[in-house]
């Protein structure tokens, strides 16, 4: 397990825990200022400024990328089918103009049908896998927390998650993993091993914290530290399957949206440093 | 599986449903009024209006029990550990007076150790089993949706609360099983194969719906058919599994409690006979 407490090289800032105090080029120049060396960028905030302007904002301030975000929010409706296919491709591109070592994929929620839309999600997983493959951009399903499974992602558990890359790669051909973020994960009786069978297939890995109680199911996550996961103990397990990237920072929060973005920045660097 | 269209005949009510309607025995005049044959009564509702005159106005009112919430809430403070024990055995005599064909289990939740909160009630249920049995009032673990986990309860899957019986119950000797309530098990995606696996497991079925905005995580749940759960779906496999009981209406609603007692439940037979 690395040690963390030296110095903040495993850093990366996802770049919507500060989207409510500047724009991506904002961003860029305030990690740059932290001595932050990765960002992980989402589509949005990319097209705001422009994919050239944002991806030399980027490459000037020599940050590397620990992740894009994101594609999926994959449809049954027929009508939206190649559309949403071609925007995944576009999105696939961008990521790969980035250099970004993954698109996470947050596939969509479900009304009823929850099987037929899991198994819609797969099919829409398998249809990107080729191109994902030939850009080298490799896709990183992210399974969310199962209170989010009726709006925004019918994929809920690391099982789940590592059950559809072994039936979309059964021969561990690459292209394909999971993104891990500790707020979804966390409660799972069995996160341990499933995070042991998952090994290589760890593309990225999210930390924020739970907070009790929580005002929102949706933006009141916590800054690590502030709630109760046992964020070292998922870490070890995460880089004792192999994982040995960066450390992505991600908290939906009305609070540290509020907050100026160079003291969520210290805080960020101060807790990764000592309750990571 | 059973046509419940025809009449309410295994529709139950759990009482915390109309707890701010009226006490105890208000709730049981309700129900007898409307020609419903069980309830699943509180501890604090009971104790509220006294044992003996609780379970008088039930059996009075012709009313058969589909369980009795409940037991659980293990501790690991040492100094409250023989105390919560003490209390859990009187919930097991309560259950026995009542007649409750089971004591629901609502296990706690924990602070960051979740490994050892599930070591400790997986102790506390052991502990609890010879009582039980000697009672003739088994136990039924509740597994509470993940968005619990924290402060509720540490056991959150189907998966997870069969383990435990199966740890503790090797041979299905009886006195242990699960409570199955569509809200916090709904968006699992090996719900139905470890419905299967439950088989005769399967103590109690609760039924109420997942509100698409959720405004509320603890008293926001909603009216069968007014979510998104396939409710009938999950009927199905409960049933497939061998349950024949009660299916118990178990709704948390600031909205239901502030309307007429009798509106809710002319609106729960409605419904249950329409969308369960």
Known sequence: MRDLSNDHRWLSINTATLRKQGDLCAIVDACARHEIRAVA??????AAVGLDRAAKAIRDAGLALSGYCRGGLFTADAAHVQAMRDDNRRALDEAHTLGAPCLVLVVGGSSRDLPGARQMVADGIGAMLPHARASGVPLAIEPLHPMYAADRACVNTTRQALDICDRLDPHNEGGL?????????WWDFEVHAQIARAGRRILAFHVCDWLVPMRDMLNDRGMMGDGVI?????RESVEAAGFDGFIEVEIFSERW????IDDVLTTCIARYRSVV
């Open 41 to 46: 960028p989402w589509r949005d905030q990319i």
């Open 257 to 260: 949206w509020s907050a100026p």
């Open 230 to 234: 046992d964020i070292p103990r998922l």
């Open 177 to 185: 993993g999971v993104a891990l973020d500790v707020f979804h994960i």
